[in-house]
């Protein structure tokens, strides 16, 4: 298995949804009995949590504003879950593999995050709701379709990462005026609560 893709794929998800992205490396692992899956991503309890937690955010996901409250409480769980999930898959003996795929993970999971959630500031600006629902969507099925194809392919699942992360980056610099409204009015948002 090539870890450093893996781990690439794995961070650029984690930035997405970190609880689908353990969720479904976990049941990978276990029903599809894959080698190279931590024991830790499919133990029963983890599954059944990260199972809740993804279906929780999941529906937080698809409601304007109360998906970028979501996503600025996962600016400090992101990172951090890119970060174990690539140390995890180096497998953590203490050498330096593990440290850097950390670092891989968590940078890559950043950038992905912070691409993601300015994007939805932009589209939280939309006066309907079906732009937001259909984002929100869109970045559940890249999510799934990257995880899913970075167990057994994983140079090909960092290849879609990057281009998706490429595509969600310069998306986002291309929203950069509706991004700055999306924040003031989720400020005001948040203000009335």
């Excluded at 500031?121 to 006066?127: E, G, K, M, R, Y």
């Excluded at 986002?172 to 003031?184: E, S, T, V």
């Amino acid at each position: 298995m090539d870890v450093a893709a893996l781990t690439f794929a794995g961070g650029w998800a984690s930035g997405i949804n970190a609880y689908a992205t353990v969720f479904l490396i976990g049941m990978i692992g276990r029903f599809g009995h894959v080698a190279g899956v931590p024991e830790g991503f499919q133990r029963t309890d983890v599954l059944v949590i990260m199972g809740i937690l993804a279906l929780v955010e999941f529906f937080a996901d698809k409601i304007p504003y109360l998906d970028s409250a979501w996503d600025a409480v996962s600016t400090f769980i992101r990172p951090v879950a890119g970060a174990l999930i690539g140390a995890l898959l180096a497998g953590a003996s203490g050498d330096l593999l593990p440290m850097a795929m950390g670092a891989l993970g968590g940078v890559t999971a950043l950038v992905s995050h912070a691409a993601k959630s300015g994007i939805r500031l932009a589209v939280n600006t939309s006066p309907e709701p079906l732009s937001n629902i259909g984002a929100s969507l869109a970045g559940d099925a890249a999510l799934i379709t990257v995880v899913s194809l970075a167990i057994t392919y994983p140079v090909q699942a960092a290849i879609l990462a990057a281009i998706l992360l490429i595509g969600t980056i310069a998306l986002a610099i291309l929203l950069l005026a509706q991004i700055r409204k999306g924040l003031a009015v989720f400020r005001s948002w948040l203000a009335s609560r």
